[in-house]
């Protein structure tokens, strides 16, 4: 676990980068609001409270799915001879995943997607569910080198969307950072603290209002 100083040094260097990023939240994808990088809330490690069994079983089962409909669309990117057919993923659900994953924006569909399945569990109360677009502050491995200019880099700060029950975090895209490191995570999502690794990647946004994920969910229900 970092520091409460660590906290401080690492929420301060977020916040150095990210007029760029939230410059592109405004542009390229939908915001219910204008983003203000000084008000950028910092999400540490946090365990649930008194969740019931029913409430366990259903944050699992939903973020069970939506992590297998993201690997089926990161396999599907990858050459022929490496998919794997993932016969119980909805095939409207994989094509919006693969619409994402092409425009770099996979974990923004599958957050939003966890959150409207999460809506509808009437075992969990939707007063503690949120949607949060931001950044995942990640430290690559030594081996990482930026394609841009072959160096490597100490800290990578990439937009990142995730889901809070709680106020602790649900990512099921973890795969995504996994392309900074040398090693995979294991387990390969984020629930509370289960999977959540301070010392490598932390989590920032803005928790944004109900209709933000749902409008994402309407607008790919067009296509």
């Not at 915001?31 to 699992?60: C, H, R, V, W």
């Not at 030594?142 to 602790?168: C, I, R, W």
């Not at 509370?192 to 944004?208: A, L, R, S």
Request: aromatic share 14%; glycine share 4%; hydrophobic share 35%.
């Amino acid at each position: 676990m970092m520091t409460d100083a660590e906290r401080y040094h690492s929420f301060n260097s977020v916040k150095q980068s990210t007029n760029v990023l939230v410059s592109q939240w405004q542009k390229r994808w939908l915001t219910g609001f204008k983003y203000d990088a000084s008000t950028i809330e910092f999400f540490p490690p946090k365990p649930f409270i008194n969740l019931s069994s029913m409430q366990q079983a259903a944050l699992l089962k939903n973020i069970r799915y939506v992590h297998h409909a993201v690997l089926a669309s990161v396999f599907q990117m990858t050459p022929e001879n490496k998919k794997v057919p993932f016969d119980v993923v909805d095939n409207l659900i994989l094509e919006q995943l693969n619409h994402y994953n092409r425009k770099l924006g996979l974990c923004i569909y599958a957050s939003a997607l966890l959150y409207c399945l999460l809506r509808e569990e009437f075992a969990l109360d939707n007063k503690h569910l949120k949607y949060v677009q931001g950044f995942a502050r990640t430290k690559p491995s030594k081996n990482y080198k930026l394609p841009s200019t072959g160096e490597g880099s100490d800290l990578m700060h990439t937009l990142h969307a995730f889901v809070l029950y709680q106020n602790s975090v649900i990512d099921t895209s973890t795969i995504q950072l996994e392309k900074y490191l040398d090693f995979s995570l294991k387990p390969p999502f984020v629930l509370g603290e289960q999977g959540y690794k301070e010392e490598t990647f932390t989590y920032h946004g803005f928790k944004e209002y109900p209709q933000t994920p749902l409008k994402y969910a309407k607008t790919l229900l067009k296509k």
